[in-house]
């Protein structure tokens, strides 16, 4: 089916077609019969050995073959060498199908199934793969049969690793050999195997990686393998926490709906309806394990024993990078409370790979509750108007203060001289996309290890400016480059706190909302959000995002603004629904309606959640809109929106508006417009 | 140079290929024992181009049928074993027609979940062969018949992941090499049971808009391997499923696909001047939906049927 250039076919050779077509049928037909009454003479055998010579894809004959074995050998005598024989001859038949072709699943499954019954010797089936690994060395039966071989014969992973050497050695060009020599070393290095030590390995590995890379920089077979090394240079396997909201030191006040007097602009004010606020872990790699006996709770805060976490998020998955518990309050009892929060005292934590959090932390904030004065109003959210500039001396920005995620690593060193070995090597390769490519993911990496603030932030022009000449040198892949653009741009205005106040403001009508402004950068990716866990308000309008991916952690979100972007479903928006806070949502001047193919309809945490549609009285009522506009459904019906502008896009229309208005019928503001009844 | 899609050849080439005539050239014969699958192939390729009237439903469905072993599996001709792969072809067939209320769900059911093996992952029939492409193929058929709750979903979703490799990649077994089929065939059963927080989308993003070739725009399964038209559906519905297929260039593989046509007999092939074939003008039809090339049906990517015939399942009870 593959690889025949297209040529009229002459009529001499439609008839030989033909011709073969005939004695194929007719061979397929004899050995159906034979199949189907359990012959297995030897003349039936020798029939479908014929089929299979001609037809190796021809599946049911190697079930009959592993029949007609299994009923021979149940007849003769339990003699090693009448075994041999029969077995030999399953072998000789299976290479002389693999002749044909190489690819055949039958026949290597059949070759297996015939070594399951201790038959033939290592040296024979490495003798066999060598014949084929010279006629493709790509071949991935043949490697995967080989490390059949391997498991089968207990050779060692260290004499495995040293085929790939002699392989790549022979051809640097050998994708195959690459991706076995990662799993091989990275086992080794896993077990701590003799000789097979990271901060030795590694920078070795940098080195035989350079052949292939620089010899021919548009041949991908050492890229990937490049990178390997670069996430083990640079993650620690064991987890770490990266943030937290409410952050050590912080002060926070906390009320129940509605307005205060004379709030602060020093300090995050928190108001709820329910009586309790969120209380955020946000770890450097996904874990299991966070409940009320690995994170314990100091506090007076009554009504808080036996606190529940949860992962965001995807609530059926026990790991993720986020944990929220909210912790309750109540408002009429206004007080000082001092709240202490140790993580990972106790042993529980473990990571998706099987490593415990072992750097226990602790972390100390003051919560101010104060009573409600006046009653919530219901005025509309505006985005331009009622902002005060940043108080310098807010306190928030002290939350901003990142863990020294490798303080509680050991072997820092290696880890710094490699990057800064390799950020040589690739800053005096000559142009080219993968020099360019590598050099700003290093230099990217650089910069995660940096923990001296006077040196935060100097590698980021460098790094913009890279993926700029690579937007324009590999225009094909355009949108990645942009897409790393943006998450490096966010790191770079987080890096600081006076690059990020730069971009904050308070918003004066809600209670001095802490409001962080990232409009109009082209943004496409969303990034950093570790570190924007205090923000209230969010204006990304003017941007080019197609999805709130990584907004679910921002569980004190209230303000959103994704106003002329390029969102193309509400199924895009799905992390939104973690959002509880969400009062206000912009998402005019969209894509929303306009493109057939939808790209994270699997990305939703329900994707399957057709059993669910439809069962409250909206869904009972509407049925058809519901399974029109199933994702939107999903999305509204779990937040409690006050204020929500869809205007400007193709599925916003009068049908749209009054199912909104049935999905949520505590909205008050639509597009503008004050609802009536509410 | 094509500058569009000749739907109307590639209709003439799929129902000469189900028509009689055409049974007895060698190519045929050879693939006798995979009708099932490319039955599917012609008839969905059919549905993308709102064509499926065009064949006897009857004729269809009752030849389907004739392929169904008393195991309850399906075989991919008459007289032939059962195993997954036409048992998947063939309720997928039947999905097509709104006719699964013929099967015996139990029965089929049975014969998938019955090929689980203890450590989650799938046999494809009796002898054991365990692949991912399996592991899809269950998840798959079996959500289509609503009865996932028939196999260990966490085991199966556990052994799948295990294949997951240091590229962000999958492979047909633990620790074999990244493959675009076999990735389509892992991410698919992910986004199935939705368990996509288990992939790596950026690392995987990256690997995948790799696969584009700079001078033709097509696409190839692997690294330094060559484009070929039926990585338009298992790459671009992996990128797709992921939500990363913004990085590769649209308008360049929808030209690939197109130039891969054979303008006057129809039918497409695995690149421009090649062969056409049956497998290579449902990927190349069913990329081009997934491209949003105008004409051609929503297909969905981790199904692989059209998004109304999906929507027609998952949304009734």
């Not at chain 1, 993720?320 to 106790?346: F, H, M, Q, T």
């Not at chain 1, 650089?446 to 100097?458: F, I, L, P, Q």
């Not at chain 2, 192939?41 to 181009?49: E, M, N, S």
Request: aromatic fraction near 10%; charged fraction near 25%; proline fraction near 3%.
């Amino acid at each position: 089916m593959h690889g025949r250039p297209r040529n009229a076919s002459k009529p001499e050779e439609e008839a030989a077609s033909a011709a073969k077509a005939v004695q194929l049928r007719s061979l397929q037909s004899q050995f159906m019969t034979n199949h189907h009454d359990k012959i297995y003479t030897n003349e039936a055998i020798e029939l479908s050995t014929k089929l299979l010579e001609i037809n190796p894809e021809a599946y049911t004959a190697w079930n009959y073959r592993k029949l007609a074995v299994e009923d021979r050998l149940a007849r003769i005598e339990p003699d090693p060498n009448l075994v041999s024989a029969i077995l030999d001859e399953e072998l000789r038949v299976v290479e002389s199908a693999l002749r044909q072709n190489f690819k055949s699943y039958g026949a290597w499954h059949h070759r297996k199934w015939v070594l399951s019954k201790g038959h033939s010797s290592v040296g024979n089936e490495l003798r066999l793969l060598e014949k084929f690994q010279k006629l493709d060395s790509r071949n991935f039966h043949a490697w995967n049969y080989r490390r059949f071989v391997v498991e089968l014969t207990n050779r060692s992973e260290q004499d495995e690793l040293q085929y790939t050497d002699d392989m790549i050695n022979n051809n640097f060009s050998n994708y195959s050999a690459w991706h076995n020599r990662s799993v091989l070393l990275s086992s080794l290095l896993a077990q701590n195997a003799d000789g097979f030590m990271p901060n030795i390995k590694i920078p070795e590995e940098y080195d035989f990686v350079h052949s292939a890379i620089f010899t021919e920089p548009d041949d991908q077979s050492g890229w990937f393998y490049h990178l390997w090394l670069l996430d083990q240079t640079l993650n620690v396997e064991t987890p770490l926490l990266t943030s937290s909201w409410p952050s050590h030191g912080s002060s926070i006040i906390l009320s129940g709906a509605g307005c205060l007097s004379g709030s602060s602009s020093m300090f995050t004010t928190f108001c709820s309806e329910s009586g309790s606020f969120p209380l955020i872990l946000y770890f450097d790699q996904a874990v299991g394990g966070v409940s009320s006996s690995t994170v314990t709770i100091d506090s007076e805060l009554k009504g808080n024993e036996g606190l529940v976490w949860e992962p965001i998020p995807n609530k059926n998955s026990q790991v993720s990078c986020v944990w929220v518990a909210r912790l309750k309050y109540v408002s009429s009892d206004p007080c000082e409370y001092k709240v202490k929060i140790r993580v990972g005292n106790s042993p529980g934590i473990v990571s998706s790979r099987g490593y415990n959090f072992n750097a226990p932390y602790e972390f100390v904030f003051t919560a101010h509750v104060h009573d409600t004065v006046e009653d919530s109003q219901e005025g509309i959210v505006s985005w331009t108007d009622g902002f005060d500039i940043w108080d310098a001396k807010s306190k928030d920005l002290n939350s901003l203060v990142t863990l020294d995620r490798l303080n509680a690593e050991m072997d820092f060193k290696w880890r710094q001289e490699a990057i800064d070995s390799e950020v040589e090597c690739f800053g005096i390769l000559p142009d080219s996309k993968i020099g360019k490519l590598t050099l700003a993911r290093l230099l990217m990496a650089r910069e995660a290890m940096v923990s001296d603030d006077a040196v935060k932030g100097v590698h980021y022009e460098e790094i913009l400016q890279l993926y700029n000449d690579l937007m324009a040198l590999d225009s094909s892949h355009y949108q990645y480059y942009k897409d790393e653009h943006s998450k490096a741009f966010l790191h770079k205005v987080t890096s600081s706190s006076e690059s990020l106040s730069r971009h904050l403001l308070r918003y004066r009508d809600m209670n001095n909302l802490v409001c962080l402004r990232l409009n109009n950068l082209s943004l496409s990716r969303i990034a950093s959000v570790e570190k924007l866990l205090f923000v209230q308000m969010l204006d990304l309008s003017h941007n080019e995002l197609h999805s709130t991916e990584g907004l679910e952690a921002m569980q004190l979100l209230s303000c959103l603004n994704l106003s002329h972007n390029r969102i193309r479903s509400f199924s895009a928006l799905d992390s939104l629904r973690h959002v509880k806070q969400l009062k206000v949502l912009d998402v005019s001047h969209n894509h929303i309606g306009k493109h057939s193919v939808d790209t994270t309809r699997y990305l939703c945490s329900s994707p399957l959640s057709n059993s669910e549609l439809g069962q409250d009285d909206v869904g009972k009522q509407n049925p058809g809109l519901v399974t029109k506009y199933w994702d939107a459904y999903c999305v509204l019906r779990d937040l409690n929106l006050k204020q929500l502008d869809i205007a400007g896009n193709e599925i916003a229309g009068e049908e749209f508006s009054s199912f909104v208005l049935q999905v949520v019928p505590k909205l008050v503001w639509l597009d503008g417009q004050k609802k009536l009844g509410n | 140079m094509a500058d569009k899609l000749v739907a109307d050849k590639h209709l003439r080439y799929i129902l000469n290929l189900m028509a009689e005539k055409k049974k007895e050239s060698f190519e045929s014969v050879v693939m006798d024992h995979l009708r099932m699958n490319g039955a599917y192939w012609g008839l969905t390729t059919l549905a993308l181009l709102d064509k499926l009237g065009s064949v006897s439903e009857d004729e269809v469905v009752s030849w389907v049928m004739t392929c169904q072993h008393e195991s309850g599996g399906f075989a991919g001709n008459t007289g032939h074993d059962p195993h997954v792969l036409y048992t998947l072809s063939a309720v997928q067939i039947l999905a097509l027609f709104d006719k699964l209320n013929i099967l015996d769900v139990e029965k089929v059911s049975n014969y998938i979940a019955g090929l689980q093996n203890e450590d989650g992952s799938f046999s494809g029939d009796i002898w054991g062969e365990v692949d991912t492409r399996f592991s899809y193929i269950a998840i798959c058929c079996l959500s289509i018949l609503k009865c996932l709750d028939k196999i260990n979903v966490k085991k199966a979703v556990d052994y799948i992941v295990s294949c997951k490799n240091l590229d962000g990649g999958f492979g047909c077994s633990p620790g074999a090499e990244s493959h675009a089929g076999q990735i389509f065939c892992c991410v698919g059963a992910l986004a199935i049971t939705g368990n996509l927080h288990r992939v790596d989308k950026d690392l995987l993003g990256w690997w995948l808009c790799e696969r584009q070739d700079y001078e033709s725009g097509g696409l190839n399964g692997r690294p330094e391997k060559l484009p070929d038209v039926c990585y338009s559906w298992w790459v671009l519905s992996s990128l797709i499923m992921i939500d990363r297929v913004h990085w590769i260039e649209k308008a360049k593989l929808v030209k690939f696909i197109l130039d891969s046509q054979d303008m006057d007999n129809g039918g497409i092939s695995d690149r421009p001047s090649y062969t056409v074939d049956i497998f290579h003008t449902y990927f190349g039809v069913a990329g081009l939906s997934l491209l949003e090339y105008p004409g051609v049906k929503t297909i969905d990517p981790a199904y692989a049927l059209p998004v109304h015939v999906i929507n027609r399942i998952l949304f009734t009870k």
